[in-house]
């Protein structure tokens, strides 16, 4: 950072940290002494008022901090202990600009982690947040097009001071891929080019008029009837195969191409089986291109349990007791089952749980062991792209990380501490 923006406030009695904001400014207007030793009032600075709540959330202070982390060697360290010292810790400043840095540097993977501890600690202004991690895929994405042979260093994932591994960091999953792709390569519905994608419609067009258009992939023809559900990386569209009304079905469009969600599902059909696995979203296929990748799953058309807990808080109801009986005892078989063959879904939350509906009558006698329609009755867990195989991993390995699901995150992630099963325990 080769200037300071105009940062010091009023001359204000009893504000300690003044002296050291002159003498910085000199220093990098190159006035005063000419042997004033930058590095060093950063330093004496940082040491003397680190432990200060007084500068806590004062953006001067984060200012001295990332013009430390410009002239340190070792700016990793430095960010860390940002963090560890909780300088605006709550203030969107402290990962726009630190993801910048990162960026800067060509270590993308570490700039996106940044932006998303930043979105996790729900940083204010989180509009601002958001739109700069918006603006940062973008930029890498178009980077990427351009020159999908460029490298960018990297150092490997950045972990905030703790030893185990974030099961979700860019490198570990990089990691997991190259273990599993030799295996993945040889699994029916597994489609992969080196090309880009090539389709006469644009797959990019689809955001903002998707309705009635026709994608074709793998020698088949996918009628586009309108969007189901969007994310930073990925696009949902629901679409008949061929032409029929009867065969509806869900494209997962993401950018880069992320084969993992697959290998879950597959993981899912090998370890749990007959009618259990009704309850854990079914993929027929996925197509992988140098620039993107398309899944294609089963469509539930009757909404998730968020927007059946939505339908009663518009009317000013409350969900009736039986019902909230009856749903969190699926979701507890659910995550009871999944964790039994070594599974972690990793966001376990309403949006994520479809309905399903049984097309004919229940009975009472049915009910407890799920025969008849029952079988096809309850909640499908879908979305498992933040999915954990525990079989890849150690036996008795602890994670480290936060799924950044707001309201969502169980007490280990919120204190920063080692989880594991817990990641699915949101309903504590």
Partial sequence: MATLPSFISPTQQHDPILPFLRSIRKALEGSGDSALDLSKLLTDCITSFKHSYRYRDDVRFLKIWLLYMGVSADFDSVFKEMLDSKVCINNSSLYVWSASFFELKGRLHDALTVYQLGISRNAEPIEWLKKAQTLFISRISEICNAAPSQKFEDKGPMQFGNNDINPWDTSTMN????????LIVKVDGYYSSTKPYTGKVALSTLKNSS????????????????????????????????????????????????????????????????????????????????????????????????????????????????????????????????????????????????????????????F??????????????????????????????????DCRTSGFRCIEMQEDKPWKFQASHFLN
């Fill in 211 to 366: 309705r009635n258009k026709v994608i074709e992939i793998g020698g088949k023809k996918y009628h586009i009837k309108g969007c189901a559900g969007q994310g930073g990386f990925a696009q949902v569209y629901k679409a008949n195969v061929n032409g029929d009304p009867d065969d509806l079905v869900a494209l997962k469009i993401q950018k880069p191409a992320f084969p993992w969600e697959f290998y879950m599902y597959r993981q899912l059909d090998q370890r749990i089986l007959g009618r259990e696995r009704l309850s854990y979203g079914l993929a027929h296929r996925v197509h992988l291109y140098s620039d993107c990748s398309i899944l294609i799953c089963d469509y539930l058309a009757h909404g998730t349990l968020q927007d059946v807990i939505n339908s009663y808080a518009v009317v000013g109801k409350s969900m009736e007791e039986v019902l909230c009986i009856y749903y969190t005892t699926e979701m507890l078989h659910m995550v009871e089952t999944m964790h039994d063959v070594g599974l972690i879904h990793g966001d376990f939350k309403p949006d994520n749980l479809l309905i399903r509906y049984a097309r004919g009558d229940l009975t009472e006698d049915e």
């Fill in 368 to 401: 407890l062991d799920r025969s008849g329609c029952w079988r096809d009755q309850g909640l499908c867990l879908v979305d498992w792209g933040r999915g954990i195989d525990l079989q890849l991993f150690p036996d008795h390995i602890m994670f480290k990380g």
């Fill in 175 to 182: 990691d997991l891929l190259k273990k599993i792709d030799r």
